[in-house]
């Protein structure tokens, strides 16, 4: 029997005869390959089902999640701060196993008080034990539809240290104050141990809050105060400059025989802004303390942006008639200026789109691309696009490893835990930060995937002369990407524009016609066609529909 790789072009392979008797033509399986013929591990199920797909793009990635041998040491309560008889909740995706962090709101005299509990990883994972070593190598767990390859073993991640309701959990706790105006007072920090009360999702959430779904009255109002705390810190981290750029997420939802039933755009719901806030609130709070400390921990910065790049950008949406505001002059434009810029444009364009809608997907993304990326460095340099000042990842360290060395580093602040910090840390940020990209750049991919697998189902029920009225969200000098049946993207390569020969100009924003002067710009509108879809590599080729 031959193999022929799935995910990467390669020459075929010849199959060892032994195991051979579990698969078949059309299969997908994990194979190893050496000296002789390659051999076998496992099967994985057809090649015609986007479950065993995206199963092989784990494989085909390295990520399996943990496998270090691990025995989990017992919970004790010896020195926390018992917080069961406390109202505290989680809310999380409908589909979420791992739940990381719990919140409590109450309130004092004329303000408020808030708990952000957060699961105490540091516990169960002893630093430079085979677990910790192989977590942090994984550096994350990787989400792709319906499935996760975990940094940590499912009995931690989706048991002993995730935050199900009616179970005591051990946590570290951030507490914060706030008075009459909810103006932060001082936080405080200690391990604890909570008994969630309910496990709410986004969407009952959302419904709870707009009174259209019941809860248990003492959990309606403990929602309604942490939504009037959110929207007060939203708003006041806004009003310091931090960036106001929103993307739409895509879910997924399969039939149960190997396809995918359907794609939908989600934007943040209300409820993911009530937690976002108060999760940056407890991440600022430990960064501050750290930072202010001069503790070695990794925190996460987003340097200011580079003048010219911003510069470049006013430029480029001046060209797309998309109102900006007044540059100064270029040697006028520091770093400080720049940030203050980016502020301030992701707000104009935010707002353009919303009221034009031109440019949904297109505008936001090239704000996106003139910063610089966020990462993980031992120095406090900042988080320009939160406006914070110290900022590091503290409440996910169930699926992120910065958050553990952030816990750990804190506990040891605190005088109650000895585990010692990486000994190469600055290595460990760059490792770390390379690694987040690579797990992002792997659930793009199964978003690509299956995308493609859902639009030959579409296709096949249309008909591949299905013209799509789709936008323009990427230019370059081969050709241009347009978004199209509110999910699907595809290149459409200059070769196939017709009646010119189309080149990218100077700023570019456009491809333009050599001869004619036809334009195409990010931003407008297309009508196309789908040409051709390479479904394992979730890439679409269109052409244009006049």
Request: proline share 7%.
């Amino acid at each position: 029997m031959v193999g022929e790789p799935f995910f990467t072009p390669g020459v075929p392979i010849v199959l060892d005869r032994k195991g051979l008797a579990d698969v078949g033509p059309g299969q997908l399986a994990v194979v190893t390959t050496g000296r002789g013929r390659a051999r076998l591990e496992r099967p994985l199920g057809p090649a015609s089902s986007i479950e065993s797909v995206l199963d092989g793009l784990l494989e085909h990635e390295g990520m399996r999640g943990a496998d270090e041998p691990y025995e989990p040491p017992e919970p004790t309560l010896d020195g926390r701060v018992d917080l069961r008889d406390q109202l505290s909740f989680t809310i999380d995706p409908d589909t979420a196993k791992d739940f990381d962090d719990a919140i409590s709101i109450g309130v004092e005299g004329d303000g408020l008080r808030a708990w952000v509990h957060i699961a105490d990883v540091s516990h169960f994972v002893p630093a430079g034990s085979p677990l910790d070593q192989g977590a942090s190598e994984r550096g994350f767990s990787v989400y792709v539809p319906g499935r996760v390859a975990p940094m940590l073993p499912p009995e931690l991640s989706e048991d002993l240290c995730s935050l199900r309701p009616r179970l005591d959990r051990l946590c570290v706790t951030v507490e914060v104050p706030f008075d009459g105006n909810l103006a932060a007072g001082e936080a405080s920090f200690y391990r604890s141990v909570i008994r969630s009360r309910e496990r709410l999702t986004y969407g009952g959430t959302e419904r709870i809050l707009n009174g259209s779904e019941s809860a248990d009255p003492d959990v309606t109002e403990a929602l309604k105060l942490a939504e009037r705390l959110a929207v007060e810190l939203r708003r006041r981290r806004f009003a310091r400059g931090a960036l106001r750029i929103t993307t739409d997420e895509v879910n997924f939802s399969f039939d149960g025989n190997g396809g995918v039933e359907r794609a939908w755009l989600e934007s943040e719901p209300h409820a993911h802004m009530l937690v976002e806030e108060l999760m940056i609130l407890a991440n600022e709070a430990v960064g501050a303390l750290l930072a202010g400390r001069r503790r070695e921990a990794l925190y996460r910065i987003h340097e200011r942006p580079d003048p010219q790049a911003i510069g470049h950008l006013l430029a480029k949406l001046a060209d797309l008639d998309v109102p900006t505001p007044p540059a100064p002059a270029e040697e006028q434009l520091t770093p400080g200026i720049a940030a203050g810029l980016a502020a301030q444009v992701s707000d104009r364009v935010t707002a353009y789109v919303e009221e034009s809608g031109r440019g949904r997907d297109a505008f936001p993304a090239l704000v996106l691309r003139s910063l610089k990326q966020a990462r993980y460095d031992p120095r406090n340099l900042g988080h320009s696009g939160l406006a914070s000042a110290a900022y590091c990842h503290f409440t996910s360290p169930i699926r992120r490893y910065p958050d553990l060395v952030c816990h750990r580093a804190l506990l040891r602040e605190l005088g109650v835990s000895d585990d010692p910090g990486p000994e190469e840390i600055g290595e460990l940020a760059e490792h770390l930060s390379v690694t987040e990209r690579a797990a992002a750049n792997i659930e793009y991919r199964a978003d690509d995937l299956c995308l493609a697998w859902l639009l030959g189902t579409v296709l096949f029920e249309r008909g591949w002369d299905a013209i799509f009225e789709g936008e323009v969200t990427g230019v370059i000098p081969s050709g241009l990407f347009a978004r199209f049946g509110e999910v699907f993207e595809g290149l459409l390569p200059a070769r196939r524009l017709p009646g010119d020969y189309y080149e990218l100009n100077e700023l570019g924003t456009a491809l333009v016609g050599r001869r004619g002067g036809r334009t195409f710009r990010l931003g407008d509108t297309i009508e196309i066609r789908v040409e051709d879809i390479d479904r394992q590599q979730g890439k679409v080729g269109l052409s244009l529909a006049a």
